[in-house]
């Protein structure tokens, strides 16, 4: 079993988090590097598994280029 299909077997067993709703989100700081990427990946892995597994299930990515002042 993959581990992202592990964390998605976890999270439907919980019977919690329903809608099931996979949320990423970026806010560009400096230079973008390979490590940006981890997030997205992640969270796409997880969203895959729970819908392999049958689920209803959402995946946003929210790119934030807003400043803080």
Do not use: C
């Not at 919980?14 to 969270?43: C, E, N, W």
């Not at 997880?46 to 807003?66: E, P």
């Amino acid at each position: 079993m993959f581990w992202a299909d592990r964390i998605a077997k976890q999270i439907i067993d919980s019977g919690q988090y329903k809608p099931y709703k996979v949320d990423d989100m970026f806010t560009p700081s400096g230079f973008a590097h390979i490590g940006s990427l981890r997030g997205p990946i992640v969270h796409d892995l997880i969203y895959r598994a729970l819908k392999y597994a049958g689920q209803n299930v959402t995946f946003t990515y929210v790119f934030n280029d807003l400043e803080s002042f």
